[in-house]
């Protein structure tokens, strides 16, 4: 690894892991983070996410992205960056892979329908399910519930936080509180993951022929780029055109994001990782770029994710959701065992574990093996 720079996340300069971990014999070639990042790919939760939606059922179609290549390509973006910025690769990989850990199947429209669920019992927000899910929920280690990961790298996953969950949180909680930042890896990570979906979403949004070239000629990153490729290849047309172009607008942005970043970290001079907590993000895009990616998702907003077949889509989950939490709170005898909880537990916290963990085609299937009418 590069040699990092003063404010970089590093062993040294860790809060360390939550339990007591031992010292395996095989441990010694890689980083703390390097171990992380291994925790969370070997995890349940993380091959769940191939059958997760991003945009797009998983059953819709094969070549539509899913929350697991959504989560790779956060990775790859990510760990380029914080190369770039001489920080700790390992850790903004890490957290990039485990951010979407927690998330509900059917995408936000599974999110908003828990939340619903659960207003009466906490809310659901998959950032919370996500920490909930390395930190409690996931069952490999014989000594401790979870992955213990490192402190930087849970509060990486954590990217928005009420007070009032904040202060539930305690020292991973206390940033929102008092107002300080997260390290510069995991601010990599919250605008990695921007760019990432908004152009794979344009892409994914093209392919199911939901939105058209003709309409993103409206979008001016869009059609500044489009009109590069079609003047460096004339006669490009199809796939080829599609790739090109999202392909020079995520290296555009990630080029913003990295030189805006460097400028912003020079002139705060931060001489510790403490130092780089304070005051505001540094990690960001100039102006000219974060303008561009509002009209992006503006554009995504109303022409895609407000589309006639993706609300259909939407409002089916959300009769999932709410068929399967009804279901089972009325009834918990109808949960596998390990989510049943007897006496004065909060069952509709494990409920809302057992749904999260679902993939799209199990929440169908589990719906209907509870609510299909048997015509035998």
């Known amino acids: 690894m590069p040699e990092l720079a003063p404010y970089a996340v590093t062993a040294a300069n860790s809060r360390g892991r939550q339990h007591p971990d031992g ?48 989560s790779l390509e956060v990775a790859q973006i990510a760990r380029g960056t914080a190369r770039a910025l001489q920080l700790n690769e390992d850790l903004a990989e890490a957290i990039s892979l485990a951010h979407d850990l927690g998330h509900t199947p059917f995408g936000h429209a599974g999110q908003d329908a828990l939340n619903d669920c659960m207003r ?14 390395v930190d409690l929920l996931e069952e490999r280690y014989a000594a401790f519930d979870g992955l213990n990961l490192c402190f930087e790298t849970r509060e990486g996953i954590i990217k928005h936080c009420s007070p009032e969950n904040a202060r539930q949180l ?11 930042q997260p390290s510069l890896e995991a601010q990599i990570c919250n605008l990695a993951d921007e760019i990432a979906y908004n152009n794979h979403d344009v892409d994914d949004g093209l392919r199911s022929g939901l939105i058209s070239l003709e309409q993103l000629q409206d979008v001016e990153v869009f059609a500044r780029h489009i009109a590069a490729v079609r003047r460096a290849h004339p006669g490009l047309g199809g796939r080829r055109l599609i790739h090109e172009t999202i392909r020079r607008l995520i290296n555009t ?18 001489a510790s990782l403490a130092e780089a907590r304070l005051g505001p993000p540094l990690v960001a895009f100039s102006a000219e770029a974060f303008a561009e990616q509002r009209q992006l998702k503006r554009f995504l907003r109303t022409q895609l994710y407000q ?23 009325g009834e918990p005898r109808l949960l596998p065992p390990q989510y049943q909880i007897t006496g004065d537990g909060d069952q509709a916290r494990r409920v809302a574990d057992y749904i999260a963990g679902m993939t799209d085609r199990y929440a169908i299937r589990e719906h209907r093996r509870l609510f299909a009418v048997d015509q035998g």
Do not use: W
Not at 170 to 180: I, N
Not at 310 to 321: F, G, H, N, P, Q
Not at 324 to 329: E, G, R, V
């Open 23 to 70: 010292e395996p014999s095989q441990r010694s070639h890689r980083s703390e983070f390097q171990r992380d990042r291994d925790r969370i790919v070997h995890s349940t939760a993380f091959r769940r996410l191939e059958y997760k939606t991003q945009v797009f059922v998983n059953h819709e179609g094969d070549l539509f992205r899913t929350r697991l290549t959504h």
């Open 120 to 133: 009466q019992d906490g809310g659901f927000e998959h950032n919370l399910q996500s920490l909930r899910t």
């Open 170 to 180: 305690g020292d991973l909680g206390e940033r929102f509180l008092s107002r300080a």
């Open 253 to 270: 942005l990630v080029c913003d994001l990295i030189e805006t970043s460097a400028g912003n970290i020079a002139r705060q001079a931060p």
């Open 307 to 329: 589309h006639y077949q993706v609300l259909r889509m939407a409002s089916k989950a959300r009769r999932i959701i709410g068929d399967l939490f009804a279901a089972f709170t």
